[in-house]
């Protein structure tokens, strides 16, 4: 049954599991194992509540998703110790040492559901998800604390550094990726959670849910978590080492595997008001207050590693506070507690060794420990400063103080009290670590403080003119400069007190004497702002000078630079390729003569070869010339000799034929026969006709054997004079090849010796071309000072010649325009030369307005000269008025009336008119066009008040200035403004206008 009446045991019937994760209201956990079809996942909860559905598929997908890590881990775990030995032929594939194996996995799955069935709630979602994200979470950080800690430390203190440097390598990457660590994604750039919170804390979630999300589950949210990488990340962390350091690997996962056991079995501590250094006395001295007045105060305030959240959910025994031991636990029968006090225990573990790198980086001062030398000191430093006195103190608290009395040598191992708790010697030497660190917060904020206050007082200490701008400088700056002290405030609060009137309590003072203190308050503070103004664009400026001239040089210097490594590279371009093709040349050389070497030999074998055959030949060739007319002599013998032979024999054959005849004939007239005469008559008579034939036939061969035998001597005759001369042909033809041999060496030789001549030919062109670029380079060096000579002059040209543009400019402007217009006239007039004595009077009236325009112009030009004037002339009231309000001021504070009423002697009305009459007079009475411009002298921008009275120390200030800057600036702003107000007219649109009017008036 598929609900919770499946979960019942029956003893008398075998029962299947039910088929569901969990029950259909989601209150209930039913089978962990089962693993639903996407289709059920799809309907699933689909009747119950949005909130109850919400609250199932939560505790449904943290129950897979822990399983699910779980397993991921274990199968990873099983292929990264599976054995060589269990591979047998297969190809490894992936990193492995010799622990472990497949069979592991069964057993922890079946340890996951003893634990589950060992739950106060064994059915409850919440407590077997909370099982198993602990699980989950105490199994990594297992395999995070083994590889990040104990592997390292381990490869340092045998002196392997290259396997230390390989692991740390590999961990960069692959422990952040499974562990917890909070990844940001790539949309929170600009939309993070603001501060002070972060993306993990409870409240952020609360209040910034989407934000604290995406700047916790990154790159990408939304896509699916690359659950498949935990198998890659744990063989990547031992990817590179050899097999011996594997098999180190392995006894170091073995080793806080037990680690962990042991703090298992010895149980957990209340060290919520634990310390570094309290001893049996400190004890009595507690537990003596602790029965008078309470409960004591900690030695020092509780930090947030000694007041961990995970103690907080551990049971606790006893009261008052005391160290009461605990019994032990086991991960079957109390899997919460136990995987509880393991995660507080590989968290504590962290945070110490994070410490400890920092203490040992800051007493050893470097910036990483890294290397055997610096383990070694930092294990020595450590052991005699931190470890050994912890450890005295907690066995003074068992009552074994005696076994750590004294020193202990750097090579002995320390070993804890017996009944001491690992977490309890880590907490200590945590809390330990802290106190230290905080020590050395303290120290170095108070080194701070102390070199501020240092600062503060010399700066108040100076009674100078100019502000302390050394005490200011940073180390990094070098340059030193002098700044004049403003006096704005003394100044303010002295003019306030002129006219003021003092009671018991209060000032008081007039509200015009006030505004005209603001009104002076605010006018020396723009002034201030003005000169720092003015010093900073004239800084500015000069720096950006000195810049463009330096990049100036350099630019000159990099394209010198660029143009000699051209002209280098073009030059050992053409070296290396020269130096190829005589080398290419030379070997091709010597290849041909080579190959003609190797033709001549072999040509040279195939002759004599050729030539033993022929002089072999030619001596047994008479011989064999005899062999041959001797065979023929003997033949034509034969063939005579079988001739007579054949002859005779006929002739013997006839006789006998004839004689066969008479006797035939004798024999028949001896018997009495007839006989026919006739016939053995015409027989006979053939038979010598025959006979007659053969002699002739006879006769013939003999006389063709004599003919064949003269024709074979005539032949015989033919080949020895052909064979003779054939032979005188192959001899011309060896001298002949012979001589060719002899021409083709006289030829290379003069070859060889060309080259050479083209080779010394190359080389004096070398140096030619060395002497050349000598040249070269001291004709660049001549040019480059001219060129520097030319650039200094044009630079100081420039400077004068703006100096001179900033006074013609506008008369260059107006003439420019006087031309253009001047040149468009005449263009008018010669195009109307040819039109009548009316449009000739109507030219003349166009440069009679032409003239009148241009006066006006001149007028113009003095109108702007007088407005130049009367700019200075303002300045210049500026100035009196800010000196005359020092003066007051000076004069109220008890200065020397002198100095104050030397300003209010001067007339201020009648200075504008008399320069003005003075400007008019000076444009008019010289007949030079443009009048010379007068231009007042420079004055700063600020008036120097110390100029204007006695130090009452009797100082004379008036060395003691500020610096000046260029007063002009202002002017030429102010004039520039002036000129653009005023409209220039456009005379040639009133010629046109007034062209227009003439010709309407004469239609």
């Keep these: 049954m598929d609900d919770v009446a499946g979960l019942t045991p029956d003893p008398r019937n075998m029962k299947k599991r039910p088929r569901r994760v969990l029950s259909q209201d989601g209150t209930t956990v039913l089978n962990i194992w089962f693993i639903p079809h996407h289709s059920e996942a799809l309907i699933m909860y689909k009747r119950m509540e949005d909130e109850q559905c919400c609250r199932a598929l939560g505790f449904h997908l943290q129950i897979v998703s822990a399983l699910h890590d779980i397993v991921q881990y274990l199968c990873a775990h099983s292929k990264l110790g599976s054995s060589h030995a269990r591979l047998?032929?297969?190809?490894?594939?992936?990193?492995?040492?010799?622990?472990?194996?497949?069979?592991?996995?069964?057993?922890?799955?079946r340890e996951i559901q003893k634990q589950i069935d060992n739950l106060e709630e064994k059915t409850s979602p919440e407590h077997i998800a909370t099982c198993l994200s602990m699980r989950r979470e105490v199994m990594f950080l297992e395999y995070d604390t083994s590889v990040r800690f104990s592997m390292r430390d381990t490869f340092l203190s045998t002196g392997n550094v290259n396997a230390y440097r390989t692991i740390t390598k590999n961990i960069h990457f692959a422990l952040p990726a499974l562990s917890n660590v909070d990844v940001p994604s790539l949309f929170c750039t600009y939309f993070n959670v603001p501060e002070p919170f972060e993306a993990r804390d409870f409240r952020a979630m609360e209040l910034y849910p989407w934000r604290s999300f995406i700047a916790r589950n990154g790159p990408y949210p939304l896509h699916f978590w690359q659950w498949q990488q935990i198998e890659y990340n744990m063989q990547m962390c031992l990817s590179g080492l050899k097999d011996v350091d594997r098999h180190v690997a392995n006894g170091e996962i073995l080793g806080v595997s037990l680690l962990m056991e042991d703090v298992l079995q010895s149980g957990y501590h209340d060290m919520s008001n634990i310390t570094a250094d309290d001893d049996s006395e400190l004890e009595q001295d507690l537990s003596k207050s602790q029965s008078i007045k309470g409960t004591p105060k900690p030695s020092r305030p509780g930090t947030s590693l000694s007041k961990a959240d995970s103690t907080k959910d551990l049971p606790q025994e006893g009261s008052g506070g005391k160290l009461v031991p605990k019994k032990q636990l086991s991960r079957t029968q109390q899997p919460i507690e136990s995987y509880k006090l393991l995660k507080l225990f590989l968290m504590l573990w962290k945070r110490l060794e994070v410490f400890k790198a920092e203490w040992g980086q800051r007493k050893l001062s470097t910036e990483e420990i890294n290397n055997s030398v610096l383990y070694r000191d930092f294990c020595k430093l450590y052991k005699t400063e931190i470890l050994f006195p912890i450890l005295q103190s907690v066995a003074r608290r068992y009552g074994q103080g005696e076994l750590y009395e004294g020193m202990v040598s750097d090579v002995e191992p320390l070993v804890a009290p017996q009944g001491a708790s690992e977490i309890e010697i880590k907490m200590r030497q945590l809390v330990k670590l802290c106190e230290s660190l905080e020590e050395h917060m303290i120290h170095e904020v108070q080194k701070k403080l102390s070199r501020e206050l240092n600062l503060l007082l010399t700066e108040r200490a100076r009674e100078e003119g100019a502000l302390p701008t050394d005490l200011w400088k940073k180390p990094a700056m070098k340059e030193s400069f002098t700044i004049a002290r403003p006096h704005i405030a003394e100044q303010f609060s002295t003019q306030l007190f002129t006219d003021i009137k003092e009671t018991d309590t209060e000032y008081i003072f007039r509200k015009d004497h006030f505004n005209s203190c603001l009104l002076h308050l605010d006018g020396a503070v723009m002034a201030r702002e003005r000169s720092n103004f003015e010093s900073y664009t004239m800084y500015y400026e000069n720096l950006l000078r000195q810049h463009h001239q330096l990049l100036y040089q350099k630019e000159q210097e990099l394209k010198q630079v660029r143009d000699q490594l051209r002209s280098a590279q073009n030059d050992t371009l053409v070296e290396v390729q020269c130096q190829l093709a005589d080398q290419s040349h030379d070997l091709l050389m010597e290849i041909t003569a080579l190959r003609a070497k190797v033709a001549e030999m072999r040509e040279i074998s195939l002759t004599q070869e050729r030539d033993m055959r022929e002089r072999i030949k030619e001596e047994y060739d008479s011989l064999v010339q005899n062999l041959f007319a001797s065979a023929f002599d003997l033949k034509a013998k034969f063939d005579e000799f079988r001739e007579d032979l054949h002859n005779d024999v006929k002739s013997k054959i006839s006789e006998v034929r004839s004689e066969a005849v008479m006797d035939m004939a004798k024999l028949k007239e001896r018997g009495g026969g007839l006989t026919d005469e006739e016939m053995l008559q015409r027989n006979l008579s053939k038979a010598h006709q025959i006979r007659e034939i053969q002699k002739e036939n006879h006769s013939l061969n003999v006389l063709m054997l004599k003919m064949k035998a003269m024709n074979n001597w005539k032949q015989k005759h033919t080949k020895e004079m052909v064979s003779a001369r054939l032979t005188e042909a192959r001899r011309s033809c060896d001298r002949s090849k012979k001589q060719c041999i002899e021409i083709?060496?006289?030829?290379?030789?003069?070859?060889?010796?060309?080259?050479?001549?083209?080779?010394?030919?190359r080389k004096a062109f070398s140096e030619i071309s060395m002497e050349c670029s000598d040249a070269k380079k001291e004709i660049e060096k001549e040019t480059k000072v001219k060129e520097e000579k030319s650039h200094a002059a044009m630079q100081k040209a420039r400077s004068q010649r703006q100096l001179e543009i900033a006074r013609q400019a506008n008369m260059e402007k107006i003439i420019s325009e006087l031309e253009m217009k001047e040149k468009e006239l005449h263009s008018l007039s010669d195009e109307h030369h040819k039109v009548s004595k009316l449009q000739q009077m109507s030219s003349d009236k166009v440069k009679k307005e032409a003239e009148h325009i241009r006066k006006h112009l001149t007028h113009e030009r003095g109108l702007k000269l007088d407005a130049f004037s009367r700019v200075d002339e303002l300045q210049t009231q500026i100035y009196d008025i800010e000196s005359g309000m020092f003066s007051r001021a000076q004069t109220s504070f008890g200065y020397p009336a002198s100095v104050a009423t030397s300003y209010k002697s001067k007339p201020r009305s009648a200075s504008p008119s008399k320069h003005r009459?003075?400007?008019?007079?000076?444009?008019?009475?010289?007949?030079?066009?443009?009048?010379?411009?007068?231009?007042?002298?420079?004055?700063?921008?600020?008036?120097?008040?110390?100029?204007?009275y006695h130090h009452p120390n009797n100082v004379d200030l008036s060395k003691i200035q500020r610096p000046k800057t260029v007063a002009g600036r202002l002017r030429s702003r102010i004039a520039d403004q002036l000129i653009n107000e005023l409209d220039v007219p456009d005379t040639h649109e009133t010629i046109m206008q007034l062209e227009q009017l003439q010709f309407q008036n004469l239609r």
């Design 88 to 109: 047998g032929s297969r190809k490894m594939e992936f990193v492995s040492a010799d622990w472990g194996g497949t069979e592991g996995i069964g057993a922890e799955l």
């Design 744 to 761: 083709r060496l006289v030829a290379e030789e003069e070859v060889i010796l060309r080259r050479q001549q083209l080779v010394a030919l």
């Design 917 to 948: 009459a003075l400007s008019r007079g000076t444009m008019s009475s010289s007949g030079i066009w443009p009048p010379p411009i007068i231009w007042p002298p420079n004055r700063a921008m600020t008036p120097d008040v110390a100029g204007y």
